[in-house]
């Protein structure tokens, strides 16, 4: 069975600085792994997806993810955070011929001045 | 422009006493899903339609039914909510299979006394 892990459940970060968010998966064959993040009041938004290839994904709102096999991650990342990226980050991942996403329980972060 | 719709967005309802999540959307969207989210938790996933095929998760409680009349609008009826199913309850939509996008709406908070 797939699942995934997010190993920080709350992560502070100072405007401008840089960020990463982790996440583990566990799945057997090559997985299909997303990031969703998730506003107050606001539904789940896609920021970016992996499937295959270049295992460097950009993204939008100037976020990106490194998919790496050997360490079964896929780990968000940010140059430079603005206040408006505070919000609940999920990991998730899917697979073939499976319709289930399995979601992290969420990194929630907050941006300080 | 709204895309997923839910309906209402909070709920109250007594322990036992039947109740109905709406929700539509304007995507045209073959797939639709229900995922329960309850606090500090990861998004689990109930059920899906593709079209008019339901899907049905292996460990979704009974007392959770689901109907699509049509390819705009899927409820989520719970028969017999227990105190248990507090919860928020998020609807999403993709276009295919597990590789599209999933949109979501802002979900329905369910609050059971």
């Known amino acids: 069975a797939q699942s995934v892990t997010q190993p920080d459940i709350h992560i502070t970060v100072s405007e401008g600085a840089s960020l990463e968010l982790r996440c583990n998966y566990s799945y057997g064959a090559t997985p299909y792994l997303f990031w969703y993040v998730q506003s107050p009041g606001q539904g789940l938004q896609l920021l970016l997806k992996y499937f295959s290839g270049d295992t460097l994904v950009q993204g939008i709102k100037g976020f990106e993810a490194e998919f790496k096999r050997s360490q079964s991650s896929f780990n968000l990342r940010k140059p430079s955070v603005h206040w408006s990226d505070a919000a609940e980050y999920f990991c998730?991942?899917?697979?073939?011929?499976?319709?289930?996403?399995?979601f992290g329980t969420g990194t929630r972060l907050t941006i300080i001045p | 422009d709204a895309m997923v719709i839910q309906n209402p967005r909070y709920q109250v309802t007594q322990f036992g006493k039947p109740v109905t999540l709406s929700c539509s959307q304007t995507?045209?969207?073959?797939?639709m899903y229900w995922y329960q989210q309850k606090s500090s938790q990861a998004p689990k996933l109930l059920f899906h339609y593709y079209d008019k095929d339901f899907n049905n998760e292996a460990d979704t409680p009974d007392n959770f039914q689901s109907r699509r009349p049509n390819t705009s609008f899927c409820f989520l009826d719970i028969r017999s909510p227990g105190l248990g199913d507090a919860a928020m309850y998020l609807c999403a939509t993709s276009s295919s299979g597990i590789k599209e996008t999933q949109y979501f709406g802002p979900g329905t908070r369910l609050l059971v006394l």
């Open positions: 995507l045209n969207h073959n797939v």
């Open positions: 998730a991942v899917g697979a073939y011929g499976n319709e289930k996403l399995t």
